[in-house]
């Protein structure tokens, strides 16, 4: 009879608990993003995004999970926001973008131990770190100011066949000085002295695909590939392709009347040598 009593007392208690799903409810829940396994495989680094009504926005810190035994803990706090975790080659050092100091940069954290070290000081901040094969320095994107910029006008026409783009107004255009252009950059770990590695008149990577996936470097370093709309006029098409970093000049790698989408960018080990471009030993590259 006692363990019927208990029992009931349970059910009772579990019925009570249910309830609606209020406002409080929905703004405490965390989300998880960007998960990046260690080079050792032993721990994953992630990125734990809370709302704050405080901020007004939502306030992201970096974790860490060890694989083996699901033990997580906070690396990163303070003011501004961080996310973007990305494990250095040799898995001893976390780079990762913070605005704890205005705007967004890259700072790097010793795994080991010790304080987080503030690595780029680019004018318009930094995104999407990626680590160079040797540990060296990162690549990231960023804005820069720009001569001035043609922008393309799309002019869309209403027919009894739906809504169709009129290319012979696609050529409207008007200028606006103080532009920007969106540029890859490597960053040296040490100095933190940053180059533009493609000081042309695009955005490098296309911004309409951009995001992890758009830029990679060969296993050796030597070679970096980006996605890049390479057209004067970007209104009338969505044409995207891949082009290697030779010093100031892209060069084309793909002629594909489509877009390569926006996670396209990886390597592969195996087969025969059929790319224009050396990866280690000239094996092929895979895009979407």
Known sequence: MRYACLLLFDRRSTAAQKRAITFEDYIALKSVSDPQLSPDGKWVAYTVSTPSLQDNRNVARVWVVEVATGKSRQLTGGPGRTGQPRWSPDGKTLAFISTREGGAQV???????????????????????????????????????????????????????????DRSHVAALG????????????????????TDLTPVDHDVPTIATGGDGDVTVSPDGKDILVAMHGDSTVADNTNVDIYAVDGPVLRQITTNPARITRRGIHQTTTGPPTSPWSVRDSRRIAFA
């Open 175 to 194: 200028r606006f000085p103080g532009g920007k252009r969106q540029h890859l950059f490597r960053v040296v770990v040490a100095t933190g002295k940053a």
């Open 107 to 165: 700072w790097a954290l010793p795994i080991a131990g010790g304080d987080a070290r503030k690595v780029s000081t680019l004018a318009d901040g930094a995104s999407d770190p990626l680590w160079l094969p040797d540990g060296s320095g990162l690549l990231v994107v960023s804005d820069i100011k720009w001569r001035r910029i043609r922008r393309s006008i799309s002019v869309w026409r209403i027919s009894d066949r739906g809504a169709d783009l």
